[in-house]
């Protein structure tokens, strides 16, 4: 499928023209479950995304058609009724976020497909959530800035998608830019580009092929416990707001007051911080041996700690470990998905085989492999 593709998709539904916008997903170097934490995190956006042709229909009802699904939805501006269909509902939400906020929208025509791989956590959700929010808020001149268009993304996971996200995945979707990361302090919404170029080394991303369920309230149990933590320790603490301001020894001073388990994921949250600033600084050295240590630390603490990891995605970080790639670990919310790896370009092809072979021999498919190529955010793109 390509932009060609779709829109004479476009025209042969609807009879006219589009505008196409696109908006991309996501990696994420380090700094996982630090968003909703008020920590920071290390995005960047990739080469993959949805694409969506949009044109206004100058009536109250929006009418898509999703090329991937080959299913079509309509609804209108004014009901209540979230759409049956679960990928309509995303388009849903954004349209009613942005008119909760006083804006007012019509109707449109929209076809889209994507091509960020669903589930493998790269955020094929965001990526839609802020096409469509970038996309209105440019053809009805709504004026609204960037931060609140991911606000905007986000809302529609909680209050329409029942899963109660922090604000990375779209941030990453509608900042990105080729060529660097980002660094986004989540409390403050302030944030760096840094280059990301890492001389002789690749990022690659291995994907189990294991669907994440994030909306399985798995996820919002995590959050659950470091708001707990959270509360028991601003109680001797008033100035910590965020679980990502308190130290361990804060943490300490309420352990026995808290469920162990809400305890262990705390202090992942905690080790979380000082990765990213030590990745950071690394980063900036050209230490790449530390960016890797502190991905391993990564790793193990959302597998030992935060528990979002699973047996195949452990396997994987082995694998990596007996090869001698630089950095490696879970990446995104967890539960399936992929590793992100930071590798040696003179390893790459025998970490590659290896890890096909022996993911093969025990799970019975191969992971499938994505190199990573740091891209722009939201766009319309040139007709
Ligand atoms: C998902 C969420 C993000 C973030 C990550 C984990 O991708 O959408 O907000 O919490 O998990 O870092």
Redesign the pocket.
């Known amino acids: 499928m390509d932009i060609t593709e779709l829109k004479s998709i476009f025209s042969e539904r609807f009879g006219k023209e589009c505008c196409v916008y696109t908006s991309p997903g996501r990696i994420?170097l380090i700094?996982?479950?630090?968003?909703?934490n008020g920590g920071f995190?290390f995005p960047g956006a990739i080469d993959k995304g949805i694409y969506a042709g949009i044109c206004l229909n100058g009536t109250d009802t929006i009418r898509a058609y999703s090329i991937d699904y080959q299913g079509s939805s309509e609804f209108g501006l004014n009901e209540e009724d979230k759409p049956s269909e679960a990928w309509a509902r995303y388009i849903f939400g954004v349209c009613r976020e942005i008119q909760k906020r006083g804006y007012s929208l019509g109707g449109f025509d929209t076809v889209f497909f994507g091509n960020v791989p669903l589930g493998a956590?790269m955020?094929s959700?965001?990526a839609l959530e802020s096409t469509f929010a970038f996309a209105l808020n440019d053809l009805f001149q709504l004026g609204i800035d960037k931060f609140e268009l991911a606000r905007i993304g986000?809302a529609t996971?909680h209050n329409y998608c029942g899963?109660k996200?922090?604000?990375?995945?779209?941030f990453a979707s509608l900042f990105g830019k080729a060529g660097h990361l980002m660094r986004l302090n989540c409390a403050t919404m302030e944030f760096e580009y840094f280059p990301f170029n890492p001389k002789g080394y690749k990022v690659v991303l291995l994907d189990t092929v294991v669907k994440h369920e994030?909306a399985s309230s798995a996820?919002n149990r995590r959050?659950e416990s470091c708001e707990n933590a959270c509360a028991h320790i601003a109680k001797k603490h008033p100035e910590v707001k965020y679980l990502s301001d308190a130290t361990m020894a804060m943490l300490n001073e309420i352990d026995v007051e808290i469920p162990a388990e809400d305890y262990m994921r705390a202090e992942y949250v905690i080790g979380e911080k000082q990765r990213v600033l030590d990745v950071c600084d690394a980063l900036e050295k050209g230490d790449y041996a530390t960016v890797g240590d502190r991905m391993y630390g990564t790793h193990y603490g959302m597998s030992k700690l935060y528990e979002?990891s699973c047996e195949e995605l452990d396997f994987l970080n082995d694998i990596a470990k007996e090869c001698g790639v630089t950095g490696s670990r879970v990446m995104?919310?967890?539960f399936g998905g992929c590793t992100i790896n930071l590798v040696k370009e003179d390893l790459y092809d025998s970490f590659i085989a290896t890890a096909k072979e022996k993911f093969n021999a025990k799970f019975g498919h191969e992971p499938k492999v994505y190199d990573v190529v740091i891209s722009d955010g939201a766009r319309k793109l040139d007709n």
Do not use: K, P
């Open positions: 994420n700094g996982e479950h630090t968003d909703y995190v956590g955020s959700s965001a986000q996971e899963v996200c922090g604000i990375m995945d779209q994030l996820y959050r979002v995104g919310g967890g």
